[in-house]
T-cell receptor
Framework: GAVVSQHPSWVICKSGTSVKIECRSL??????MFWYRQFPKQSLMLMAT?????????EQGVEKDKFLINHASLTLSTLTVTSAHPEDSSFYIC???????????FGPGTRLTVL | GQNIDQPTEMTATEGAIVQINCTYQ??????LFWYQQHAGEAPTFLSY????GLEEKGRFSSFLSRSKGYSYLLLKELQMKDSASYLC??????????????FGAGTRLAVHP
């Protein structure tokens, strides 16, 4: 149990285009979902936290207009990278937390490459 | 500020024991996690400590001292498949309706035959 999926697993796009990444909790309802970014050989950096039915909470330094997050249901959150640039190339990982439990379950990640 | 320190790299021999240390200075504390992450994959949960002491789970054990801001992950009977990055993460205090995780940079462990 407690499986989180992400789609796509990798994407290559041209500079200036927008990319949408989906995060789904397959066998549980996720009240809260988290979006992280990880650059090579670096740690996971929390970008934002989304709660179903409310606006996402962004970490300091993360542009909310560039990284649009929608938590439309208890099993789906989406991250849209708008007007992507090469510096946005990274590994994007989501996690989901059921209810008020302490554990987060991570998705397999999406590798974004912007040319 | 928030700071989590762990060694960048470690090497060990198959069958041996290795200890990965983590020290933290965070504004709040509501538990400490250890995750394993293979290259290009998502982190997988290993352990969670919220009280001082040792938690043992098979070949993996994790220790926490809150007064010292210190934790370690102990891996016994190392196997080649244990070669991965090990991430220490502190759960921040409850704020704004949720607890967020603050990750260390990770320790890359290489297990040799």
């Amino acid at each position: 149990g407690a499986v989180v999926s992400q789609h796509p697993s990798w994407v290559i796009c041209k500079s200036g285009t927008s990319v949408k990444i989906e995060c789904r909790s397959l066998d549980f309802q996720a009240t809260t979902m988290f979006w992280y970014r990880q650059f090579p050989k670096q740690s996971l950096m929390l970008m934002a936290t989304s709660n179903e039915g409310s606006k996402a909470t962004y970490e300091q330094g993360v542009e909310k207009d560039k990284f649009l997050i929608n938590h439309a249901s208890l099993t789906l959150s989406t991250l849209t990278v708008t007007s992507a640039h090469p510096e946005d190339s990274s590994f994007y990982i989501c996690s989901a937390r059921p209810g008020q439990g302490y554990e987060q379950f991570f998705g397999p990640g999406t590798r974004l490459t912007v040319l | 500020g928030q700071n989590i320190d762990q060694p960048t790299e470690m090497t060990a021999t198959e069958g041996a024991i290795v200890q990965i240390n983590c020290t933290y200075q965070t504004s709040g504390f509501n538990g400490l996690f250890w995750y394993q992450q293979h290259a290009g994959e998502a982190p997988t949960f290993l352990s969670y400590n919220v009280l001082d002491g040792l938690e043992e789970k098979g070949r993996f054990s994790s220790f926490l001292s809150r007064s010292k801001g210190y934790s370690y992950l102990l891996l016994k009977e190392l196997q080649m498949k244990d070669s991965a990055s090990y991430l220490c993460a502190v759960r921040d205090s409850y704020s704004g309706g949720y607890n967020k995780l603050i990750f260390g940079a990770g320790t890359r462990l290489a297990v040799h035959p």
